[in-house]
């Protein structure tokens, strides 16, 4: 076992804040990377010590494996917290780490590779008599996706075998649209993972989307802490999440839970991560997704509601502790929701809106958790994802939690950029939201269509 004393944080924006702040509150000492377009960022004046790694350009800053490792090394950094985004899920970053005696703050290298490719996951999990979303296997060219197609039918999902995030993602409605959906399909997934194979499943178009967070240690103790719905997705990108799930009944609850601690054991996974599933309302009946190794954006409803601090729990993991709690100790209280704000504007077709913050007042309620690196005077960078922050109440029941976030969102004052509030708000006073008749597709197809946001 090996104690850290110092981290380099191998990332930006929220997530570099809310690691910084976890290392600290361990006594341990916080490095921060940042580009040239962070160097006023909150990350920077909040750490021990600030390192430059390169231009605005990410791929030459923080997607830059070598210059990150020997900034580690000549920090004197005994290990390095990926964050989610950037390199979080790269094997290679984590075996990188490894051969230069650092401590990399995630899973093995073997877990992140097996699991990243969705169609050895899928093999792996159907194995296990867990049920996968009816597909193909690799469909190599059109004619393989087509000759698929004409067996089962339409409507499909063409997804990317080694992606996550939407990347690469279609719906196909019919045959007419699968040569040039394919063709942008396996381009996205070329762009965006270096790896352009695609696969088929059926597409599930009254869906929930259930995870389940899970935490594995060195010696072999792997825990469950329930579950987040994160079904109000734009464009495969969740926008609202919250914990517990209100459409699950016990039994349910207990069977998809169950099946992430299955596919936990099954691999010996360590570290946080979350197994990811499809809930067929129509059917009443789970379906395994994806599994993503590493920290989620969304992780902190569930640290609302079962107490635990899961990038501490991380670090403490990653230098060889025991879990501190068994599956008995978890318990769960009240109800969570967390809103995504974005600088972008959902009135102009969610187009980014990069600039500078002339105000920034967060809500007053020690119910009420902000996480970002955004302050007053703070220029927001063109250059990356356009979370501003993340917003988490908590309440005694559902109804008080949106309660609560309608009224911290009222008291969120933000000026200079544009942001997603006004959309949050909307969301949180529709009928159909607030009696939980949604699915996946309600908040792109339904609300926004209805809505022209």
């Excluded at 039918?153 to 992606?163: H, M, N, Q, R, V």
């Excluded at 997934?189 to 929930?208: K, W």
């Excluded at 949106?402 to 006073?429: C, D, K, N, W, Y």
Aim: proline share 5%.
């Amino acid at each position: 076992m090996k104690k850290i004393k110092s981290v380099l944080v191998a990332n930006r924006g929220e997530i570099a804040v809310r690691v910084i702040r976890a290392c600290q509150e361990l006594g341990i000492a916080a490095i921060a990377v940042v580009s040239e377009a962070d160097r006023e960022s909150l990350p920077a004046r909040m750490a021990d010590r600030v390192l430059c790694i390169g231009p605005a350009q990410a791929t030459k800053s923080y997607l830059d494996i070598p210059t990150l490792v020997a900034a580690a090394l000549g920090a004197g950094a005994d290990a390095i917290h990926p964050g989610y985004g950037f390199l979080a899920e790269r094997p290679d970053f984590a075996e990188t780490c490894v051969k230069h005696g650092l401590i990399f703050i995630g899973p093995k290298a073997p877990h992140i590779r097996q699991m990243g490719d969705k169609l050895l996951a899928r093999e792996m999990v159907a194995a296990l008599h867990i049920p996968v979303i009816p597909g193909s296997c690799l469909v190599r060219d059109l004619r393989e996706a087509a000759k698929f197609g004409e067996k089962t039918g339409y409507p499909l999902l063409l997804k990317a075998a080694a992606g996550g995030g939407g990347r690469g993602m279609k719906i196909l409605q019919g045959p007419e649209e699968l040569k040039i959906l394919f063709n942008e399909a396996s381009a996205e997934a070329g762009a965006a993972f270096g790896d352009d194979r695609l696969y088929i499943e059926r597409y599930v178009p009254h869906a929930r989307h259930i995870e389940v967070q899970i935490l594995g240690d060195c010696h072999g103790n792997i825990i469950h802490l329930f579950e987040r719905d994160c079904s109000l997705q734009r464009r495969y990108q969740k926008i609202l999440e919250e914990a517990p799930s209100t459409v699950l009944t016990p039994e349910q609850r207990l069977e998809v839970c169950e099946a992430a601690l299955l596919i936990a054991r099954r691999i010996r996974y360590e570290s946080a991560g979350t197994v990811e599933f499809i809930l067929d309302q129509d059917e009443g009946r789970f379906y395994f997704l994806e599994m993503n190794t590493r920290i989620q954006v969304e992780h902190p409803v569930t640290e609302m509601i079962t107490g635990l601090d899961l990038i501490q729990e991380q670090i403490r993991i990653a230098g060889g502790n025991p879990l501190r709690y068994s599956q008995a100790d978890i318990t769960t209280r009240g109800h969570a929701i967390e809103c995504r704000i974005n600088a972008e504007s959902p009135e102009r077709q969610f187009c980014p809106s990069p600039g500078r913050i002339t105000q920034w007042q967060t809500p007053e309620d020690p119910l009420v958790r902000v996480d970002s690196h955004c302050y007053e005077g703070y220029v927001v960078p063109p250059f990356y994802d356009s979370l501003l922050a993340k917003i988490i109440v908590h309440g005694k029941d559902r109804w008080e939690a949106m309660e609560r976030m309608q009224t911290a969102l009222s008291h969120f004052l933000i000026s200079g950029v544009e942001t997603t509030m006004p959309l949050h708000r909307r969301i949180l006073m529709d009928d159909a939201y607030r009696a939980g008749k949604i699915n996946t597709c309600w908040l792109e197809k339904v609300f926004l269509g209805d809505a022209k946001g």
